[in-house]
């Protein structure tokens, strides 16, 4: 069984930094992309950044310049430092994987989310 557990999450003031990390675990044969995104209530789940296996990178327009997502394959691992918070970047931060656990097979999971609160 694969899981995917965040940590990193917190209180933060505007202006600051906080970096997530997602460590997928279990019996892994491969992962695809890795993702980020976030949610408050009453709106959509939407993604903030994701990488592929090939390390190729794609931003939400609202995060270009201030979040950089990258990934650790050794530690099957996935980051997102993000600089200059806002408070709009208050949000349960959920991790995506698209992982092959049987051979030729691709399932996608989620982590449990972190919250991540930006307020002075």
């Known amino acids: 069984q694969v899981q995917l557990v965040e940590s990193g999450g917190g209180l933060v003031q505007p202006g600051g930094s906080l970096r997530l990390s997602c460590a997928a675990s279990?019996?892994?044969?491969?992962?695809?992309?890795m993702s980020w995104y976030r949610q408050t209530p009453g709106k959509q789940r939407e993604l903030v950044a994701a990488i592929t296996d090939g390390d190729s990178t794609n931003y939400a327009d609202s995060v270009k310049g201030r979040f950089t997502i990258s990934r650790d394959n050794a530690k099957h691992t996935v980051y997102l430092q993000m600089n200059s918070l806002k408070s709009e970047d208050t949000a349960v931060y959920y991790c995506?994987?698209?992982?092959?656990?049987?051979?030729?097979?691709?399932?996608?999971?989620w982590g449990q989310g972190t919250q991540v609160t930006v307020s002075s």
């Open positions: 995506h994987a698209v992982i092959m656990v049987v051979a030729n097979i691709w399932t996608a999971y």
């Open positions: 279990g019996r892994i044969f491969s992962i695809r992309t």
